[in-house]
């Protein structure tokens, strides 16, 4: 994973985090997959979160005129990461379905450039990808803010998607258990990826920071990593995760 993107991974953290879509139980049905964008950018020059946040209340203000009532957007600033992380602020935004995604950019690309330009005096986004994202298990509660960790995931030979998704479930209902609440999507790249990167998906993971602060003596202290070990052992590589802390700009009502 080099870089995210800055314009609302809301889709996959408002559709990840704040979502009341679960998956669904008859496995012969297609799963709600939900589109979102991310932009991994960097500030400009003399250019900070604050300029961020009054560029983004001014473009809220043009979203609610024009009636763009079906985008949401959260920003991620890095916490926990390696030199390999290189972005200042990530921004990821979403919707319900593909047709309005269509609709959404259409009117962006037609409707949005002076507000484009109000973004691009403070940051500089270079990268601009897509994601199809299932939501596994979407926070209980409405979601502003708190640390989510990314990582991204491969399954290994033998075995199945079916099978991966099934042992998140357990690890969720083993969370649980012990009185971690999380919401977890699983991010299927779609458009813009880097041809060298090499995982089946991203298991995304947003927290309070009460619960992120239980989940992480719980998987150590409580010997959790025993658990991990029995459910994804030989069966999904997990690299090490990065986590952000992620803020709603944007939110919408949700089915």
């Not at 996959?12 to 704040?18: H, I, R």
């Not at 003399?46 to 079906?70: H, P």
């Not at 309070?208 to 069966?235: Q, V």
Request: aromatic share 14%.
């Amino acid at each position: 994973m080099t870089k995210l993107s800055n314009l609302c991974i809301t889709a996959a953290l408002t559709y990840l985090v704040c979502s009341t879509s679960v998956l669904a139980e008859d496995e012969k049905s297609n799963p709600s997959i939900r589109p979102i964008e991310i932009f991994a950018c960097d500030y400009n020059n003399g250019k900070d979160a604050a300029d961020l946040v009054r560029a983004t209340a001014r473009w809220n203000t043009w979203m609610n005129k024009n009636n763009q009532s079906e985008y949401w957007a959260f920003t991620l600033a890095p916490m926990f990461h390696s030199e390999q992380i290189d972005f200042d602020v990530a921004w990821v935004g979403g919707w319900k379905d593909g047709a309005t995604m269509a609709a959404s950019t259409e009117f962006w690309l037609t409707k949005g450039a002076l507000m484009q330009a109000e973004f691009a005096k403070v940051v500089t986004c270079n990268i601009h990808t897509n994601f199809a994202v299932l939501d596994i298990s979407p926070s209980p509660d409405p979601w502003a803010s708190g640390p989510v960790e990314f990582s991204n995931c491969t399954v290994e030979k033998g075995r199945s998607h079916e099978d991966a998704i099934g042992a998140i479930h357990k690890w969720i209902a083993y969370q649980s258990e012990h009185g971690i609440e999380s919401g977890n999507y699983v991010l299927y790249p779609a458009y813009g990826e880097s041809s060298e990167a090499e995982y089946d998906f991203k298991w995304v993971v947003g927290y309070s920071y009460k619960a992120f602060g239980k989940n992480y003596d719980m998987y150590g202290t409580g010997a959790g990593w025993r658990k991990a070990e029995e459910l994804f052992g030989g069966l999904l590589d997990c690299d090490n995760a990065r986590v952000y802390h992620a803020t709603a700009v944007r939110t919408v009502e949700l089915d």
